[in-house]
């Protein structure tokens, strides 16, 4: 059997040689070798403990994949936390276990670790552990940002995008989802060119009611 022309029919379509290497993928016309992360079959983040910052640093374009998602898992929990977060009214205390009493009108606190009595209308304070607070209708800050090269041939055509759980594009930097959900985050190269990217996420920097976020636009839609 002489099967000449199949293969000069491949050579045509894929090039005459079987390097499949990202970077020649250009020059031996073989672009559909290039496989990346779609909005419909993501990269996957897990997220579980707030604030949190990740960050993520590749390439995309001609010679790979033109884009880049990734589909982030929020499910928070409440009993544990990086930081303090507050409820309304309130502001949280920090408390050095190893400070020396240097003031002479005031003495140092002891703490036992557990409530006692009542003494002379004063009540003994409860510590807690940073947890959450029991907000109503709650919501958490989604941030993502574009780390730039500065230089403008490649910073112009290189996209950073939040997009919602329904895979809607989201028009801001800033969003804010429930502490048990998912939203994506998209790289998109605009140009005929391998870009290099560089981005930040940071999850939780803010837990608020929904009440209490002034810009309704940036809640993700259908939350």
């Not at 947890?131 to 209708?137: A, H, I, Q, R």
Request: one cysteine or more; hydrophobic letters at 35%.
């Amino acid at each position: 059997m002489n099967v000449t022309q199949e293969i000069q029919k491949n050579h045509i379509v894929y090039g005459a040689s079987d390097y499949t290497a990202p970077g020649g993928l250009a020059a031996s016309k073989s672009l559909n070798y290039a496989n990346g992360p779609t909005i419909t079959n993501p990269d996957r983040a897990t997220v579980s403990v707030i604030p949190y910052t990740f960050r993520y640093a590749d390439s995309v374009g001609l010679f790979g994949a033109e884009n880049y998602f990734v589909r982030v898992e929020l499910d928070i929990i409440s009993e544990v936390t990086k930081a303090c977060f507050a409820e309304d009214g309130w502001e949280c205390a920090m408390i050095d276990y190893n400070y020396i009493d240097k003031d002479p009108n005031y003495n140092a606190a002891q703490i036992e670790g557990k409530l006692g009595p009542t003494v002379n209308t004063y009540e003994s304070a409860n510590l807690l552990v940073d947890t959450l607070p029991g907000l109503p209708d709650a919501y958490l800050s989604i941030d993502v940002s574009n780390i730039k090269t500065n230089n403008r041939f490649i910073d112009d055509w290189l996209d950073v995008r939040l997009y919602t759980d329904k895979r809607e594009e989201h028009p801001f930097e800033t969003m804010y989802v429930r502490p048990r959900s998912f939203f994506y985050i998209g790289v998109h190269a605009r140009n005929t060119k391998r870009l290099p990217y560089d981005l930040r996420c940071e999850v939780g920097q803010e837990y608020r009611s929904y009440e209490s976020i002034a810009d309704k636009q940036l809640i993700m839609k259908g939350q």
